[in-house]
T-cell receptor, first 112, second 119 residues
């Protein structure tokens, strides 16, 4: 079945630091991949997506590249801000499948 | 982008009472909506898939008599937690996908969530 694995534990870093959150997946077929962000007290918002191998999703300075050979979709941002503090979820959806499979999420805390 | 709205955003109720949470797609029609439950510091757990005009499909381990789902129109789905108990306290989130146009990429739009506290 489909599954998503995110790196363990919260991430704490200083403002303007480089952020990487690892995400690997297991899926049948050719899934679409997503990163969702959840700010405190709010629902999830789509941050970026990629629908086929080698696609790069980008938004608000965040990027992630769909790597079929390593089954990965790591999230990166070159210079984080305090406002980026949130929980980030990696997710996938198989072609024609309504259902999203989520990773456990990573709490990111950016310190001024 | 597409907007999904949930109401209420927070609700506190006494044990034994029932609580209804609404999920509306404001600017698109959704034949399918999804209800999730999120425990503190954990990922979203899919509870059920709500289909307009038909019965919801529940995930394994989710009590359908406990969590009643109704999808009466293409823009509204409701989740009713019946005879709520403290262990039902959680963050409930709905999502919806616009009616498909072309290739289905699986993109979903999420409501802002409803925090239920059962005393």
């Amino acid at each position: 079945g489909n599954s998503v694995t995110q790196m363990e534990g919260p991430v704490t870093l200083s403002e303007e630091a480089f952020l990487t959150i690892n995400c690997t997946y297991t899926a049948t077929g050719y899934p679409s991949l997503f990163w969702y962000v959840q700010y405190p007290g709010e629902g999830l918002q789509l941050l970026l997506k990629a629908t086929k191998a080698d696609d790069k999703g980008s938004n608000k300075g965040f990027e992630a590249t769909y790597r079929k050979e390593t089954t990965s979709f790591h999230l990166e941002k070159g210079s984080v801000q305090v406002s980026d503090s949130a929980v980030y979820f990696c997710a996938l959806s198989s072609y024609g499948n309504n259902r999203l499979a989520f990773g456990k999420g990573n709490q990111v805390v950016v310190i001024p | 982008g597409a907007v999904v709205s949930q109401h209420p955003s927070r609700v506190i109720c006494k044990s034994g009472t029932s609580v209804k949470i609404e999920c509306r797609s404001l600017d698109f029609q959704a034949t399918t909506m999804f209800w999730y439950r999120q425990f503190p510091k954990q990922s979203l757990m899919l509870m059920a898939t709500s289909n307009e005009g038909s019965k919801a499909t529940y995930e394994q381990g989710v009590e359908k008599d406990k969590f009643l789902i109704n999808h009466a129109s293409l823009t509204l789905s409701t989740l009713t937690v019946t005879s709520a108990h403290p262990e039902d306290s959680s963050f409930y989130i709905c999502s919806a996908r616009p009616q498909p146009k072309g290739v289905n990429t699986g993109e979903l739009f999420f409501g802002e969530g409803s925090r239920l506290t059962v005393l």
